[in-house]
T-cell receptor, first 115, second 116 residues
Framework: SAVISQKPSRDICQRGTSLTIQCQVDSQVTMMFWYRQQPGQSLTLIATANQGSEATYESGFVIDKFPISRPNLTFSTLTVSNMSPEDSSIYLC????????????FGPGTRLTVL | AQKVTQAQTEISVVEKEDVTLDCVYETRDTTYYLFWYKQPPSGELVFLIRRNSFDEQNEISGRYSWNFQKSTSSFNFTITASQVVDSAVYFCALSPYTGTASKLTFGTGTRLQVTL
């Protein structure tokens, strides 16, 4: 499986500010995904990020709030903009396994608290 | 639309007991994938298994086994002789069969607590 890292692992932010989360993979992958897990809840897909194209957002998520970059095949960023306490969640990136298509492996997550 | 239901919110067992986590799904797709992931207290999501909709063979991996029944749209997960290290939240998930990784629809998870 791919080794996935995320930075930061956790952060506490003030309302109205923005935070950029980085996701780094140790191998080239085509498909990367960003999920949100609100406290005590399940995971919800925010967007799919393919290298060389605009991210595709799920219903309820917009680019102005969650801009995503995918500059190459091993890296992506998710920005949470103009944060409010409702954005407090764990944000996880995932990638399609290089050796096992149709399967996603997840990074360790970024635990965000907005005050 | 796809939907995954994990009716068991929380299960507590004593070590060495067997435990089954239920998963029921809904999809209009004729082919699809089913998954189980484990989320220990550290928060990382750990992949456990992927099952194709056209492969109904049950699978066993050590103390873990999975029972896929298309007729009842269920994909249940059994842990035999549970251990304290099995304590985690377990998620069942569903995705369409597209040839590449695609959106995972997760259930709400079952929290398993294994005590001594």
């Amino acid at each position: 499986s791919a080794v996935i890292s995320q930075k930061p692992s956790r952060d506490i932010c003030q309302r109205g500010t923005s935070l950029t989360i980085q996701c780094q993979v140790d191998s080239q992958v085509t498909m990367m995904f960003w999920y949100r897990q609100q406290p005590g809840q399940s995971l919800t897909l925010i967007a799919t990020a393919n290298q060389g194209s605009e991210a595709t957002y799920e219903s309820g998520f917009v680019i102005d709030k969650f801009p995503i970059s995918r500059p190459n095949l091993t890296f992506s960023t998710l920005t949470v903009s103009n944060m409010s306490p409702e954005d407090s969640s764990i944000y996880l990136c995932s990638v399609e396994s290089p050796s096992r298509s149709d399967t996603q492996y997840f990074g360790p997550g970024t635990r965000l608290t907005v005050l | 639309a796809q939907k995954v239901t994990q009716a068991q919110t929380e299960i507590s067992v004593v070590e060495k007991e067997d435990v089954t986590l239920d998963c029921v799904y809904e999809t209009r797709d004729t082919t699809y994938y089913l998954f189980w992931y484990k989320q220990p207290p550290s928060g990382e999501l750990v992949f456990l298994i992927r099952r194709n909709s056209f492969d109904e063979q049950n699978e066993i991996s050590g103390r873990y086994s999975w029972n896929f029944q298309k007729s009842t749209s269920s994909f249940n997960f059994t842990i035999t002789a549970s251990q304290v290290v099995d304590s985690a939240v377990y998620f069942c998930a569903l995705s369409p069969y597209t040839g590449t990784a695609s959106k995972l629809t997760f259930g709400t998870g079952t929290r398993l607590q294994v005590t001594l």
